[in-house]
């Protein structure tokens, strides 16, 4: 089984940023990419973007420019790094992990980013 484990949410104001910790454990051998997502109150889940286990990254139109997503392998821990943050983009932010068939195998719990105008 792989559990992950986000970290690094919290209270900011407009305009400022974050780093969001996406740790991985378990079996971890069967991982593939990480996505990162966000869901707003009343909303349907956004993809933000991804990694794959060589390091391309993808990213949704809303985001590209002031998010980057990265990830260190030897520490099985993926980031999002969020600058320019509005406060419509207050939510609970979360990532999964997919196997090399693209099968989504884990999603964490999520962690809330709330900024302040």
């Known amino acids: 089984q792989v559990q992950l484990v986000e970290s690094g949410g919290g209270l900011v104001q407009a305009g400022g940023s974050l780093r969001l910790s996406c740790a991985v454990s378990g079996t971890t051998f069967s991982i593939n990419g990480i996505g990162w997502y966000r869901q707003a109150p009343g909303k349907q889940r956004e993809l933000l973007g991804s990694i794959s286990s060589g390091g391309v990254t993808n990213y949704a139109d809303s985001v590209k420019g002031r998010f980057t997503i990265s990830r260190d392998n030897a520490k099985n821990t993926a980031y999002l790094q969020m600058n320019s943050l509005k406060p419509e983009e207050t939510a609970v932010y979360s990532c999964?992990?997919?196997?090399?068939?693209?099968?989504?195998?884990?999603w964490g719990q999520g962690t809330q980013v709330t900024v302040s105008s």
């Open positions: 999964n992990v997919r196997n090399s068939y693209g099968i989504v195998i884990a």
